[in-house]
């Protein structure tokens, strides 16, 4: 059928369920049949009564992301389990979305994340030396979690907040991102009818919002005593910046921008961390590279912002690591108005799912997909690659504005943890990601550190 006088062809059903089904253990598995037998092209997911587009190829990125952004929103079914938690900020869409943006756009430049490296340097340090006991197992997620959110945490509320509400935080997002992973891969069931982790969900946001709101209205008091006072953490500048909007209202807004700004950046880095310790373990000759880097570079100090320039090899790891395990692996929008993508006619109000973790496999645009080789970044082999070819954190108006935060912490939690320690693991079989909003591993994953120079 023809739009505005484009040939176009109906997309190719894909029997999904049936596929799911086959890899209920291991759901991403689905995806990545899907992907592999579209080719690029954009296929319909048939499952049942819910049958989305698949889009993989970085044109079709390019397009919905970029060249016609404002037709595909974060609206649908896909969004509405994740609402309470999310909010009407910075991760939606249309005006509230472009009034957060606007507002948030200063607390995440490079030159504003510069600013609290050092800070956000000690603070994991730290972490590092109260969360890990040289030669008992540790929890890689809980661990890692250990470390990264108290970070984020600190930075966003300052000193202000309390041990005690850093530890309700951490497992309230924790399930608050993973509890609704089932109603994700059904979005087609009403919201009224009972799904697994509804009930985990509530109790998180509730949580959640029992430390949020109270540190908010703190910060306003702060700002009336002190009006001349300026204050580096994220609450009091979105206070500040939101000071025209009193009341229950004001406070939303900045609850909504504060709670998904810190899940996101916490989510990612804490989920891409996770991946870097059996993927140092399953490739040996990598890890004796960067394990060399880092005690060329940093010794036996604590690391800090002046090591990381060099080292290099750290951080194509890191990029590496994004490529193979980016944690936002699924991105759902919403057709506002029909389109053609690829030839491809898509009707208004269709879902379309844009996936990094299936652009980042294609043959197509990666020699050995599958292969970890952080030699990928290496200076100069970037050129000429489809600049929609690798995109972990997102494209377009609506890309990640935690991505400085995440590329100055993630090098110096590994950095820090093999400054002093060797990890060890003991991998019966290869890890594979578990159902959830983000691109978890295994839960009960464990590691062995030992320290720097043992056995």
């Not at 030159?111 to 008992?136: C, D, F, H, K, W």
Request: charged share 20%; glycine share 8%.
């Amino acid at each position: 059928m023809p739009i505005g006088g484009i040939s176009t062809r109906k997309a190719t059903n894909v029997p999904f369920l049936a596929s799911l089904t086959r890899n209920a253990r291991t759901p991403i598995d689905a995806f990545t049949e899907a992907s592999e037998r579209a080719g690029g092209e954009l296929v319909r997911l048939n499952m049942g009564p819910f049958r989305p587009y698949l889009v993989t190829h970085p044109d079709h990125v390019q397009h919905v992301l970029i060249q016609n952004q404002p037709n595909f929103v974060r609206e649908g079914m896909f969004w509405k389990p994740l609402a309470p938690l999310l909010g009407e900020g910075i991760l939606s869409d249309g005006e509230t979305w472009a009034e957060s943006r606007r507002i948030l756009q200063p607390l995440f430049t490079a030159r504003y994340v510069n600013s609290l490296a050092e800070q956000m340097a000690v603070i994991i340090n730290e972490l590092i030396e109260e969360t890990i006991t040289p030669g008992r197992p540790f929890d890689i997620a809980k661990g890692i979690s250990a470390i990264v959110h108290p970070t984020i945490v600190r930075l966003f509320f300052g000193s202000k907040i309390s041990v005690a509400d850093i530890q309700r935080l951490v497992p309230a997002y924790d399930v608050a991102v993973t509890a609704k992973a089932v109603r994700l891969l059904m979005p087609f069931v009403p919201q009224g009818v009972p799904m697994p982790g509804d009930r985990a969900f509530r109790r998180a946001i509730k949580t959640i919002d029992g430390v949020v709101y109270p540190r908010i209205r703190e910060a306003r008091a702060r700002a009336l005593e002190s009006p001349g006072e300026e204050s580096t953490d994220v609450v009091s500048r979105l206070v500040k910046a939101r000071q025209d909007v009193a009341g229950e209202e004001g406070d939303r807004r900045i609850r909504d921008d504060l709670v998904a700004m810190h899940g996101a950046s916490t989510e990612t880095s804490a989920t891409a961390l996770t991946w870097a310790w059996p993927v140092l373990d399953a490739h040996a000759d990598m890890a004796a590279k960067v394990y060399e880097e880092i005690d060329r570079v940093v010794g036996g100090d604590p690391v800090s912002t002046a090591h990381l320039p060099h080292m290099p090899y750290l951080r194509m790891f890191v990029n590496e690591l994004l490529r193979l395990y980016p944690p936002g692996w699924i991105l759902p929008r919403m057709a506002v108005a029909a389109d053609v993508i690829g030839g491809v006619a898509i009707e208004a109000g269709s879902t379309v799912l844009l996936s990094p973790y299936l652009t980042h496999r294609m043959a197509e645009f990666w020699d050995s997909p599958s292969v970890f080789d952080p030699d990928r970044f290496a200076p100069g082999r970037e050129a000429g690659r489809h600049r929609y070819a690798y995109w972990p954190f997102g494209a377009g108006p609506h890309v990640c504005l935690g991505q400085h935060l995440f590329l100055m912490e993630a090098p110096l939690v590994i950095a820090g943890i093999l400054r002093k320690y060797r990890p060890v693991m003991r991998l019966d079989r290869p890890v594979t990601p578990r159902l959830a909003s983000s691109l978890r591993p295994p839960s009960g994953l464990t590691m062995t550190l030992v320290p720097r120079g043992r056995s």
